[in-house]
């Protein structure tokens, strides 16, 4: 493994434990204030965004709630109503976020304008990856699970085959065990076996394989990529067998397909 590699795991690793401790940090905000996630994302919105027209707070938000919490009021404005945070919440937001801020405004103290340059530049790339990739996972929830004929020969449900995609989407870069996909379905390996493919036309080992393939070519787009790197990303146990499977998906190398991107 190149020592660009392991750094780069490294980087990883350490954006899922920010990711977490962020979850954590929030999940405890709304246990003192007794809010849901819904109510401290718009929250958030408030306090940085101004009042905002009722149609634009955070969907699922409880509006009365946050009214009898004594967080927020309505007022009128041009169009409608729209939503304002109130002093006793700015005061909690102070008291809890506060404190948080004031380190990270600290951390980044030492840093040049280029280098925050570089950094405002990858968060806002790094942005645009999740939400692109958030649009895939959404349209992945509202694909069918095969035709009805093919539910009625036994295939699998519509949310069933949703969480087996998105179990098969997270974990690419492991191995996976169609025992653990059935467990997603609730059905056991042989009926799971049987109604996947009923539903996608293919095996399950076959639909993994598929996407590893798919995701590949999309990494391949990337030059900074070594094909070594790219085959350990999407799951393959080496560039070899990475490239042996790619040839039989889609008729050409690794290597052609890269040639022919530059």
Request: with cysteine; proline share 4%; glycine share 8%.
């Amino acid at each position: 493994m190149s020592p660009r590699h392991v750094l780069l795991q490294q980087i990883g690793a350490d954006i899922v434990r920010f990711q977490d401790a962020s979850a954590d940090f929030d999940t405890a905000v709304g246990e003192v204030l007794a809010l849901g996630r819904a109510e401290l994302v718009c929250l958030a919105q408030l306090h940085f965004g101004g009042p905002a027209p009722m149609s634009a707070v955070a969907r699922g938000t409880d509006v009365e709630r946050l009214e009898l919490a004594g967080y927020v009021r309505r007022e009128a404005a041009r169009g409608g109503r729209r939503l304002v945070l109130t002093e006793h919440a700015r005061e909690w937001i102070e008291t809890l976020w506060g404190p948080l801020s004031v380190d990270g405004m600290r951390l980044m103290e030492p840093l040049s304008d280029a280098d925050l340059k570089v950094v405002a530049g990858f968060l806002t790339a790094a942005r645009a990856v999740q939400d692109r990739h958030a649009s895939r996972l959404s349209k992945l929830l509202q694909a069918p699970g095969g035709s009805p004929a093919a539910r009625k020969r036994g295939g699998l449900s519509a949310a069933a085959l949703s969480r087996v995609q998105l179990f098969v989407e997270a974990h690419l870069a492991r191995r996976i065990r169609v025992g653990e996909l059935a467990q997603r379905s609730g059905l056991s390996v042989f009926y799971f076996t049987r109604a996947f493919r009923q539903s996608t036309g293919m095996t399950p080992h076959a639909f993994v394989q598929k996407r590893r393939v798919e995701r590949a070519r999309e990494l391949l787009n990337n030059p900074m990529h070594s094909l070594g790197d790219i085959a350990l990303a999407v799951g393959f146990s080496s560039q070899s067998h990475f490239t042996t499977v790619f040839r039989r998906v889609t008729g050409l190398t690794p290597a052609v397909v890269r040639r022919e991107v530059r």
